[in-house]
């Protein structure tokens, strides 16, 4: 069976400090898709990256980083020099994969809750 | 950039009432997704409908039905409701079965009391 896990309930840090959110997934399945989500106090799901199982290059984007590790069954999220706005509840979530890409039938972790202090 | 589009964004009803909720993916994606997301949880997957066909299943009451129409538009349609489908409703949408990035709207928030 699939499961993301995400031990973290919440984090508080202090504006400025980095921040790293950790996930971590089981799945039976050789190919496979990892994603991340962050959801503000607004509500909604905005993506952030996608990722598959054969791609175990880390990617950065800006202030955000990834690291993918597949012998840990890791997809941990860093947040350097976090901001005010970085504030909501981050999603792990993991995917089967179909024929055309993923399956999308999203299995979430229960999320982490970050709160950035000024 | 044109995002997903969910209507109504909030929603009240009362048990036993039917409610309706509408999406409208983001332009040239013909695949949409439901998920559920109660309160304090994380979001679960309902149904998706590719090219107009249900493509998966997932934990979706009987009490609920979902289509997807000519212009890729999708409805999901809940009927009976109850206390407890109180929740965040999102549809998500991509391209071609999960080809690209999976996009969500902004949610509808259905309260029933």
């Known amino acids: 069976a699939q499961k993301v896990t995400q031990a973290q309930t919440e984090i508080s840090v202090v504006e400025k400090e980095d921040v790293t959110l950790d996930c971590v997934y089981e799945?039976?399945?050789?190919?496979?898709?990892l994603f991340w989500y962050k959801q503000p106090p607004s509500g909604e799901l905005v993506f952030l990256i996608r990722?598959?199982?054969?791609?175990?290059q880390n990617e950065i984007s800006g202030r955000y980083s990834w690291n993918f590790q597949k012998s840990t069954s890791s997809f941990n999220f860093t947040i350097t020099a976090s901001q005010v706005v970085d504030s909501a509840v981050y999603f792990c979530?993991?995917?089967?994969?179909?024929?055309?890409?993923?399956?999308?039938?999203?299995?979430f972790g229960t999320g982490t809750l970050l709160a950035v202090q000024p | 950039a044109a995002g997903v589009i969910q209507s109504p964004r909030h929603l009240i009803k009362e048990k036993r009432e039917t409610a309706t909720l509408k999406c409208y993916p983001i332009?040239?994606?013909?695949?949409v997704y439901w998920y559920q997301q109660g309160p304090g949880q994380d979001p679960q997957f309902l149904i998706s409908?590719?090219?107009?066909?249900?493509?998966d299943k997932g934990s979706i009451p009987d009490r609920f039905s979902a289509q997807q129409f000519s212009d890729y538009h999708s409805e999901l349609n809940m009927s009976s409701l109850e206390l407890g489908d109180s929740a965040l409703y999102f549809c998500?949408?991509?391209?071609?079965?999960?080809?690209?990035?999976?996009?969500f709207g902004e949610g509808s928030r259905l309260t029933v009391l």
């Open positions: 409908f590719y090219e107009k066909m249900q493509s």
């Open positions: 332009p040239r994606h013909d695949t």
């Open positions: 799945t039976r399945d050789t190919t496979y898709y």
């Open positions: 979530a993991l995917s089967e994969a179909n024929y055309g890409g993923a399956t999308n039938k999203l299995i």
């Open positions: 998500a949408s991509s391209r071609r079965l999960g080809a690209g990035e999976l996009f």
């Open positions: 990722r598959n199982s054969f791609d175990e």
